[in-house]
């Protein structure tokens, strides 16, 4: 029986992709969430914060609601001539980035607010401005905070099913990814095969969190001197 | 023309109100162009607020202009890294992530070739830090991490050099190590230093010019020895008050273990031999307290420190019974405290010629 890879390489596109936007979008957010004292600080931070809390089911059914076609936003990609995004892995993307944004914006949050005032303050008394503080001192001094954020982005669009299932189905190639491929191996009692992904996921996981605690705790050490 | 006339007075003018967390500062000041200017006060009197209002980390109204560029008006405000200015903070604050090297390439690196006025190896040469270059700032002493800070923010070449209280954080050897390099700062920097501090011997040692804030107001400010030597605002040290003045040894006694140090020409004062070589400038403090007065010279007293003297004014001490005598050597101004039984009893008047005694003298430099 020939193994199929498909799911595999597509989980890692979707999960690649989406980590990448999470952390063009991701980051803005966290360092607005740690410098502002405005009023919608709190609101705006819980927003980010739903999906740790929500089933994916409730997210994927107000998704799949929105990016249908009766859907405002639907209506809008159909306007455009892009079509309707449920059931593509344009659509899959999208659902990912919502469902996956508390998984960057809060370890990118802890990190910045660690940064406290006083570094950046020095930067600017050297003639920094504001764009080159951020490149030049708060990326390399949060790196820890960056490198756990895309991990965790990664790791957890990885491991969804739900919202995958509620807005992408089951389509081979477009939207099938691997927990959808174990689901439907199991179901079909083709164990072998389910074995085969399941514990590539367990290892996968381990590696990677492996690496992130042991390069985190590098770094710590290395600042410390 | 207007905008000449100040380049040529001040350094530094300003005009300004700021408010934090319910402390109001109001400052309204003008400042020499050379030469260190103390910023002192206790804890809560707004002088960092003041230093950080210069510097544009902390917003104000008002205006501010530096040697005659302005960088605050009604207009508005120039951003903190658009100011040519120099900040050396409390803790040194290095980059933990990058070198000495790197950190003191931090800003040299972002100022224009043609703006460099202080080379990167004169920079390292003065604070000594050539074996450090290499180091991560975690591997450093105290003293020398605020030295690497003080390199640093000299090598952006600054229009003005702020400094809010850079020793308070180090532990005593640490400031024995830092001070001479500070004191030469005096020397080699054609730029105003704006020190902020709470500590007596430092504005002793260091200050040109001495601006005392208290409640976020200014209180006194002026010259180093006319502010310390005026009565209608006493300005207390330490609670201390007296005079500090330069002088110059002029002569080493080796057998009593003495120097004798000379002010305005002609007045020597014995002190203590601290090993300073003949030739050298010395800063001398004498409090109000260790200064007597006497209307005659009487010979036993040939050994000890007798000044001519005229009084200048006199006024009542915070002390009930006590009063504070400004008296006239040369040029120089001293403070003396004597009881008000001693004033009447010496018949002490504005112009009044007595013998000035000093009974202790603390060499600061």
């Known amino acids: 029986m020939e193994f199929d890879w498909q799911p595999v390489w597509l989980t890692l596109k979707l999960a690649g992709l989406t980590t990448l936007i999470l952390m063009i979008v991701g980051t803005p957010i966290a360092w607005w969430l740690a410098r502002t004292k405005h009023w919608l600080k709190q609101p705006i931070a819980s927003v980010v914060a739903l999906p740790l809390v929500l089933p994916p089911t409730v997210l994927g059914f107000y998704l799949l609601l929105l990016l249908g076609p009766q859907g405002p936003v639907g209506q809008m990609t159909q306007a455009l001539g892009l079509g309707t995004l449920p059931f593509t892995f344009a659509g899959l993307v999208v659902a990912s980035v919502f469902y996956s944004l ?11 607010d660690a940064l406290g005032d006083r570094m950046l303050e020095v930067a600017a008394t050297l003639r920094a401005s504001p764009w080159d503080r951020f490149v030049t001192v708060v990326v390399p001094l949060a790196r ?19 919202v995958v299932l509620m807005i992408g189905g089951n389509i081979p190639g477009e939207t099938k990814v691997l927990s959808v491929a174990i689901y439907d191996h199991v179901e079909t009692l083709e164990y072998e095969q389910a074995h085969i992904l399941a514990g590539g996921m367990i290892l996968f996981s381990f590696v990677v969190l492996m690496a992130l605690y042991l390069l985190n705790g590098r770094m710590s050490r290395d600042v410390r001197g | 023309m207007q905008v000449e006339k100040q380049t040529v007075l001040s350094g530094i003018r ?49 205006e501010l202009s530096v040697r005659g560029q302005s960088w605050q008006s009604g207009r508005g405000s120039l951003p903190v890294h658009k100011r040519p200015l120099a900040y050396v903070f409390q803790e040194a604050s290095l980059f933990p992530h990058l070198s000495v090297r790197k950190n003191l390439e931090y800003g040299y690196s972002r100022i224009g070739e043609s703006e460099r006025r202080i080379g990167f190896d004169e920079a390292v040469e003065w604070l000594g830090l050539s074996a450090l270059l290499e180091r991560m700032p975690g591997k450093l002493s105290g003293g020398e991490r605020q030295r690497v800070a003080i390199a640093r923010a ?13 020793l308070s954080a180090l532990d005593y050897r640490s400031k024995q190590e830092i001070l001479p390099y500070l004191e030469r700062l005096h020397q080699k920097l054609s730029i105003p230093v704006l020190y902020v501090t709470h500590s007596a011997d430092e504005v002793a040692r260091l200050a040109d010019y001495l601006v005392v804030m208290e409640k976020g107001g200014v209180v006194a400010a002026g010259e180093l020895k ?22 110059v040894v002029v002569e ?3 057998h009593w273990q003495l120097a004798l140090a000379r002010f305005d020409g002609e007045y020597g004062l014995w002190v203590p031999d601290q090993g300073i070589e003949v030739g050298s400038a010395v800063r001398l403090r004498v409090l109000a307290s260790d200064v007597s007065l006497a209307r005659q010279r009487y010979e036993d007293q040939s050994t000890q420190n007798l000044l001519p003297a005229v009084v200048l004014e006199f006024t009542e001490d915070q ?23 001693s004033l009447a009893h010496l018949q002490l008047q504005r112009g009044s010629e007595v013998w000035l005694q000093v009974k202790s003298v603390a060499v600061i430099e």
């Open chain 2, 14 to 62: 300003l005009n300004l109100n700021a408010e934090v967390g319910g402390f109001a500062l109001r400052a309204e000041l003008d400042l020499p162009a050379t030469g260190i200017t103390a910023i002192f006060g206790h804890s809560g009197s707004g002088k960092t607020t003041l230093l950080r209002c210069i510097a544009g980390l902390q917003s104000a109204k008002g």
């Open chain 2, 319 to 341: 002390a009930p019974g006590v009063m504070l005598v400004r008296l006239q050597v040369g040029d120089t101004a001293f403070l003396s405290k004597i009881t008000a039984r």
């Open chain 2, 226 to 247: 006319d502010t310390l030597a005026q009565l209608d605002q006493p300005v207390r040290l330490n609670d201390e008050m007296g005079v500090v003045l330069e002088s």
């Open chain 2, 252 to 254: 080493r006694d080796s």
């Open chain 1, 102 to 112: 508390p998984f960057v914006v809060q370890p990118l949050q802890n990190a910045f």
């Open chain 2, 154 to 166: 000299l090598l952006t070449s600054p229009e003005v050099l702020l400094m809010d209280e850079p």
């Open chain 1, 144 to 162: 820890p905070g960056f490198l756990t954020a895309a991990v965790l982005s990664f790791a957890h669009t990885v491991g969804e099913f739900g």
